[in-house]
């Protein structure tokens, strides 16, 4: 079974950027990937996709500022985050899509805060 784990996350002001990675213990070649957040008090939400071809799907509140890219030579998925808000923030997570238990890793808390 493959092992994510996600890093990148820290604190930034409104507006500033931030680049997660999601490192895969083994292939990620043959599944669709996904970012995922939650924020306090709230249910994990799904932020972006990206299927085996590359083709990417964003959720409204993200699109045009947020970009998920996949290096399948590294095993490796990333989450580019443009024009951060304060409603961003969240620990995000990545996972299969669609999403599956025994995938979820610790996450990488964002926080957007002047």
């Known amino acids: 079974q493959v092992q994510l784990v996600e890093s990148g996350g820290g604190l930034v002001q409104p507006g500033g950027s931030l680049r997660l990675s999601c490192a895969a213990s083994g292939s990620i070649f043959f599944y669709a990937m996904g970012w995922y957040r939650q924020a306090p008090g709230k249910q994990r939400d799904l932020v972006a996709t990206i299927t085996t071809g590359g083709s990417t799907n964003y959720a409204d509140s993200v699109k045009g500022r947020f970009t998920i890219s996949r290096e399948n030579a590294k095993n490796t998925v990333y989450l580019q985050m443009n024009s951060l808000k304060p409603e961003d923030t969240a620990v995000y997570y990545c996972?299969?899509?669609?999403?599956?238990?025994?995938?979820w890793g610790q996450g990488t808390q964002v926080t957007v805060s002047s």
């Open positions: 996972n299969l899509d669609p999403p599956k238990v025994p995938y």
